[in-house]
């Protein structure tokens, strides 16, 4: 028995932290929506009860550091499964990228093995797996658009946002998102107004959008990595109508309302930078 499941990419319009908490986690305010980026998980059951994981990708991780492998294990351990999975990755999501590509390969791994495993547990009851697994991963069970809050596991979904193009860039480095919140001076942060973003998405707002996109770990990565900086310049300078850096980084990403300008800011970004993709906002669940 098989099974195929995407595991699409997310943005953050709003990134918010407020305070460092006791558990050593910071507490965030987020706005994450889905966009049509996304790895393939294959599920194939097998009868010895093992898991493996295959990754297209060589620096990607296929042991125990892999986030689907914990999600396999995570559920197979609790609902004391006999059986055991191969799971092949097709990575297409950059790596180390801000966009939740390891999160989302978890989250696709529960969905996908609690069908393969006959488990009959609902979306909420996963997404409480997955907050075991890591912060990104209870938002990508759902997928859609959403406020996330807590240290980014409890979630509220939202309306979708209105349809546009996103280009996405990915300079050729890596960040620790670790590092950037251990960076951040909490007391020193412009907070966005969370309400604003969602009253914009609610209300098909493009433009308010685009004016409340805020993500307040760019001062520290952007200060880290002038690459970063210079994407988004050259971002605007193409003509987006929004650009914001997703998560930690290093991935920018621009909004565009009009498909004529999507090619061009594409080509102009392609030029310096080789990890460029024109794709769509999801926003909704399930798509």
């Known amino acids: 028995m098989k099974q195929s499941v995407k595991a699409p990419a997310k943005i953050n319009l709003s990134l918010d932290v407020l305070h460092k908490r006791p558990d050593g986690y910071h507490e965030v305010d987020m706005i994450m929506t889905t966009v049509d980026l996304a790895d393939r998980i294959d599920l194939t059951l097998r009868e010895d009860g093992l898991i493996s994981v295959d990754v297209s990708e060589g620096f990607v991780p296929n042991d125990e550091k892999n986030l689907a492998y914990q999600a396999a294990a995570l559920l197979k351990a609790r609902y004391h499964v006999n059986e055991g999975v191969s799971i092949y990755i097709t990575k297409r999501i950059p790596v180390a990228a801000g966009l939740a590509g390891g999160s989302s390969d978890a989250a696709a791994t529960l969905r996908g093995l609690n069908d393969l495993w006959q488990l009959g547990l609902s979306l909420d009851e996963l997404a409480v797996l997955g907050a075991e697994i890591g912060s990104d991963v209870s938002f990508c069970v759902y997928g859609g658009t959403a406020r996330a809050t807590g240290r980014g596991e409890i979630i509220e979904r939202i309306a979708s946002p209105p349809p546009c193009w ?83 980084g290093p991935t920018v990403f621009g909004l565009v309302s009009k498909e004529s300008r999507v090619q061009r800011i594409y080509n102009g970004l392609r030029g310096f930078c080789h990890q460029v993709y024109a794709v769509r906002i999801i926003g909704s669940a399930g798509s």
Do not use: W
Not at 216 to 234: A, C, G
């Open 166 to 248: 996103v280009i996405l860039a990915k300079p050729p480095i890596g960040v620790s998102t670790a590092d950037v919140y251990k960076r951040l001076n909490v007391s020193a942060i412009d907070h966005p107004t969370t309400e604003h973003m969602i009253a914009a998405i609610e209300g098909k707002d493009f433009d308010g959008i685009c004016h409340h996109l805020h993500n307040v770990l760019e001062s520290v990565t952007l200060d880290l990595y002038p690459e970063v900086r210079n994407i988004k310049e050259q971002m605007r300078r193409f003509g987006a109508d929004g650009v914001l850096m997703s998560g930690s």
